[in-house]
């Protein structure tokens, strides 16, 4: 029986199973009310019976893979701990909510060693907002995403391969590309993992934003299609690097800790921002604004495409890499705030010029 648990369930089988579930529970709902010994059937297994449903088609979902029954159980606990984390959370009436996904399985200690640290924040600063960019976006617009004007690639996964700096970067060189007149095209991740470590990164162990848009400046960037992404670390393949498309004349910073700065650069280009993300909050997020569970300490990265200051509360739009089955199709808001911002959101921006 505990084979079956583990394989990736077909369409007709989870239907099955879900009848032959609902079956057995409603049995066992009936049994509890006409029994006259309640012993045996609780309200608790009823509840317990349900978490079990839905951590089955959660291993199938993300095709989740458990080697054994001890990790099996392992799991379903930590699955459950979670559900009602996110219950308690989704009663208290925030400003955005959570839910399952990929990360549901994971205590908040293996979620953090799995993703912290992988980034490191780039120096401040570079130069200022006053660089000319291609998009003349002057007059200042109460709300705007760059997704309507057909200038921000598909949602990427960066699996196990954690690289939010190159994927941030990579992101907002592709936007930029567009915005400045040319087609939308996925720049290669993969070519900035494998072949930018003569300055500075390292792969899946980290890197810096700026490190890549150094790395574009001289060697330019290729396409996802000639240099696809394999999901690791890998030998530069020089020949494909040397098909360039991409390269960028520099790069600048946003000023610091002020939003009014960030939405008008926004207003020009998609603008990497750096967040700290590696916490109990993004681990679940699921939609909404994002506006508390989270500090300053930047821990992750970004691509901002947009802004609404209109709702309420007012906020960003970003782009993230944890595939499109993450938070809003892949995308998250994160409520505007002066100072360093929600998550620190203001603390370091910067963005790729043509
Ligand atoms: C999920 O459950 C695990 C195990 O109890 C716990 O360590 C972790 O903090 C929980 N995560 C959240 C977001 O509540
Ligand atoms: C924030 O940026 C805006 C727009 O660039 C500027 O007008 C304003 O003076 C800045 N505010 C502070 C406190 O620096």
Request: contains cysteine.
């Amino acid at each position: 029986m505990f084979e079956g648990l583990s394989q990736r369930t077909n369409k007709n089988h989870l239907k099955n199973s879900i009848i032959t579930f609902l079956a057995i529970s409603s049995l066992c709902f009936l049994a509890y009310f006409v029994s006259s010994d309640n012993s045996f059937k609780t309200p608790v297994d009823f509840q317990y019976n349900l978490e079990l449903e839905e951590f089955r088609s959660f291993i199938s979902k993300y095709s989740k893979d458990y080697k054994t029954e001890e990790e099996f159980y392992h799991r379903l606990r930590i699955f459950r701990d979670n559900l009602s984390y996110i219950r308690v959370f989704n009663s208290q009436g925030q400003t955005w909510y959570m839910g399952i996904n990929q990360f549901s399985d994971l205590t908040h200690e293996e979620f953090n060693l799995a993703h912290k640290n992988k980034i490191i924040v780039p120096e401040l600063p570079i130069s200022d907002t006053t660089e000319k960019l291609a998009h003349p976006n002057l007059k200042m617009k109460r709300k705007w995403d760059w997704r309507q004007e057909g200038c921000v690639t598909q949602v990427l996964n960066e699996g196990n391969c954690d690289a939010p700096w190159a994927y941030t970067a990579v992101d907002a060189i592709a936007s930029q590309y567009c915005v400045s007149g040319h087609n939308l095209v996925q720049l290669s991740v993969q070519e900035v993992i494998d072949c930018s470590g003569s300055y500075g990164n390292n792969g899946c162990n980290g890197g810096t934003i700026t490190n890549v848009y150094k790395f574009a400046m001289k060697n330019g960037l290729t396409t996802e299609e000639i240099y696809p992404n394999t999901g690791k670390q890998g030998v530069c393949k020089t020949a494909k690097e040397k098909e360039t498309i991409a390269t960028i004349s520099k790069y600048a910073n946003v000023t610091p800790n002020n939003a009014t700065a960030l939405e008008s650069v926004i207003l020009q280009t998609p603008v990497s921002v750096t967040v700290e993300a590696i916490g109990a909050g993004w681990q679940n997020y699921k939609g909404g604004v994002i506006s508390s569970n989270c500090g300053t300490s930047l821990d992750w990265a970004v691509l901002a495409i947009g802004y609404n200051l209109d709702n309420s509360p007012p906020y960003y739009i970003c782009k993230n890499s944890w595939g499109d089955d993450w938070g809003e199709a892949g995308y998250v808001r994160v409520s505007i705030v002066d100072g360093a911002g929600t998550c620190g959101i203001q603390m370091s921006p910067s963005y790729p010029i043509f």
